[in-house]
């Protein structure tokens, strides 16, 4: 969570597309790390092919993942020119799915302006 706080913190340097790379690459690493799945170095296809095939990733927890890591994708490699507002979402879904459910940790009530 500090690691995603301090993107969020200094997303304003990084265009679009370095900004999906750091956010995936985070989501990532913390998704290899708590459900113990090979991710980093898989495409979504992948991943998402292997994932529904293991129980450790829940069915609505692997549909979360899959939509931001398709986001993800489309502005790495299509260069989809994401808006502010799609690249808080992305910040945020990537805060939510990290963040235990009901653990209002101190840093979710940081201030997100910038």
Request: glycine content about 6%; some cysteine; charged content about 30%.
């Amino acid at each position: 969570l500090e690691r995603l706080e301090a993107l969020r913190k200094r997303r304003h340097e990084f265009t679009p597309y370095e900004l999906a790379i750091r956010s995936s690459d985070l989501l990532r690493e913390f998704v290899e790390w708590r459900f113990r799945l090979s991710i980093r170095f898989q495409t979504t296809r992948e991943f998402l092919e292997a994932a529904s095939r293991d129980s450790a990733l829940p069915p609505a927890e692997r549909e979360r993942l899959g939509n931001f890591l398709r986001f993800c994708d489309l502005v790495k490699f299509a260069r989809h020119g994401a808006t502010d507002a799609e690249l808080t979402g992305l910040l945020d879904t990537a805060g939510a799915f990290i963040r235990p459910p009901g653990n209002a940790s101190p840093l979710a009530t940081s201030d997100r302006s910038g």
